[in-house]
Nanobody, 127 residues
Framework: QVQLVESGGGLVQVGGSLRLSCAAS????????MGWFRQAPGKEREFVTA??????????ADFVKGRFTGTISRDNAKNTLYLQMNSLKPEDTAVYYC??????????????????WGQGTQVTVSS
């Protein structure tokens, strides 16, 4: 079992920034591919970004390029995943979830590509 706990969400004004964290249990965090997803009310959960386990390759949804690009990171010594979000917009308002892929690393832009999920952290961007 892998437990994931997100933190760092909150209320921020348009153009502001937030840094989300995801603390993972277990001794093999470095062997997990990790991702961030978000879900707004009435919408499906959507892919935001991901980072591979081996070479740290990163992947981003088109809608975050230029704003969140280069901002997913992981600290394997601390078993923690991060997401730095900049230039936030009202449409970024959602519950943000981290997810771990422990058995496979494909279909990473789909929720089905992950084995474990955190409980989510709310991000609200006010105008």
């Amino acid at each position: 079992q892998v437990q994931l706990v997100e933190s760092g969400g909150g209320l921020v004004q348009v153009g502001g920034s937030l840094r989300l964290s995801c603390a993972a249990s277990g001794r093999t965090f470095s062997s997990y591919g990790m991702g961030w997803f978000r879900q707004a009310p009435g919408k499906e959960r959507e892919f935001v970004t991901a980072i591979s386990r081996d070479d740290g390759m990163t992947y981003y949804a088109d809608f975050v390029k230029g704003r969140f690009t280069g901002t997913i990171s992981r600290d394997n010594a601390k078993n923690t995943l991060y997401l730095q979000m900049n230039s936030l917009k009202p449409e970024d308002t959602a519950v943000y979830y981290c997810a771990a892929a422990t058995s496979k690393w494909y279909n990473i832009r789909s929720p089905g590509g992950y084995d474990y999920w955190g409980q989510g952290t709310q991000v609200t961007v006010s105008s």
